[in-house]
């Protein structure tokens, strides 16, 4: 019996430089990342974006993404005050 019956393929960070979009490269890109995880049997294909990215979400849509969570976060401290913990 397979160890982990449910593969999941995670994309880790994906992006297109600003002055290439537009071109088909994303597209294809996904397309090829979807052909290999299938290779591998991956039931699902996953990944995260900024939800403040309109741009990221239109085009994740058109590929045949499906939105299902929502991740929340709190900021605790502010950019500046970080930095000085760190020192």
């Known amino acids: 019996a397979d160890r982990y019956p449910y593969k999941l393929c995670y994309i880790d960070i994906f992006g297109?430089?600003?002055?290439?979009?537009?071109?088909?490269?994303?597209?294809?890109?996904?397309?090829?990342?979807?052909?290999?995880?299938?290779?591998?049997?991956?039931r699902d294909l996953q990944?995260?974006?900024?939800?403040?990215?309109?741009?990221?979400?239109?085009?994740?849509?058109?590929m045949g993404f499906i939105f299902?969570?929502?991740?929340?976060?709190?900021k605790l401290q502010k950019e500046r005050e970080q930095e000085n913990d760190s020192i």
């Open 16 to 42: 297109v430089k600003e002055e290439l979009r537009g071109k088909g490269i994303g597209t294809g890109l996904i397309d090829r990342i979807k052909g290999r995880a299938k290779e591998l049997g991956c």
């Open 68 to 74: 299902d969570s929502i991740t929340a976060i709190q």
């Open 47 to 62: 990944l995260s974006f900024h939800a403040v990215n309109s741009r990221a979400e239109k085009f994740y849509k058109k």
